[in-house]
């Protein structure tokens, strides 16, 4: 079983948690895209479609604009076979201090309950999503929420190097993974986004 880490814009530094885990596990590898500087919705969710379909099962560790990278997907394709996510300070495209040129392309977020387990783990002080947005988000995705406290973007600028307390989540969800049923589909609905659901 592999475990994907799916970093966001710019990629992750050496010294970003992400990277430390890579390189301490054999079991996990690493999402690589074309242009980590530039992204693009459709490009991003392409590559991610290709690495899960090489490698069925896998759990997906998303950062940032990854964790919302693994949402579209998720959204998007239903019938991959994912088999759980870790969801750290997941990007919201539509606050303007995002609008970095690309980000807008992946709003707005996806509003549709995942066919995997998940966990989103939420910081009060992340300039890139209100606490309270993630919980609502979390909430339409069907993830368990996880308050971070006061812990800014979870990254090396917030002082989250090696993050144990990550590695303690991603074995929850190996753990659930284990006995997660996935959920009998409905017949296709109009897609809604979180905008528009709450």
């Known amino acids: 079983m592999t475990i994907l880490v799916v970093p966001g814009l710019h990629g992750s ?10 390189a301490e596990r054999d079991d996990i590898e690493r999402l690589q895209q074309a242009d980590w500087d530039a992204p693009e919705l459709e ?17 997906l560790v998303g950062h940032s604009l990854g964790a919302t990278l693994i949402a579209h997907l998720a959204t998007r394709h239903p019938e ?14 539509e606050l303007r201090i995002s609008r970095v040129r690309g980000i ?4 707005p977020l996806p509003a549709e309950p995942f066919n995997f387990p998940a966990i989103l783990v939420a910081s009060r002080s992340d300039p890139y999503m209100a606490q309270d947005r993630a919980r609502i988000i979390a909430n339409l995705w069907e993830a ?3 308050d971070a406290g006061d ?48």
């Open 13 to 22: 530094e050496p010294a970003h948690w992400q990277s430390r885990w890579e």
């Open 43 to 59: 490009t991003w969710v392409s590559a991610l479609r290709g690495h899960v379909e090489r490698r069925p099962g896998a759990v």
């Open 80 to 93: 991959l076979d994912i088999g759980g996510a870790l969801l750290v300070a997941p990007a919201d495209p």
């Open 104 to 107: 807008a392309s992946f709003g």
């Open 144 to 146: 368990a929420f996880v």
């Open 151 to 198: 812990a800014g973007h979870i990254n090396v600028a917030s002082g989250h190097g090696a993050w144990p307390e990550g590695l303690r989540l991603l074995d929850q969800i190996l753990v659930r993974q284990r006995s997660f049923t996935r959920p009998t589909r409905a017949p296709e609905r109009p897609r809604q986004s979180a905008a528009t659901r709450h």
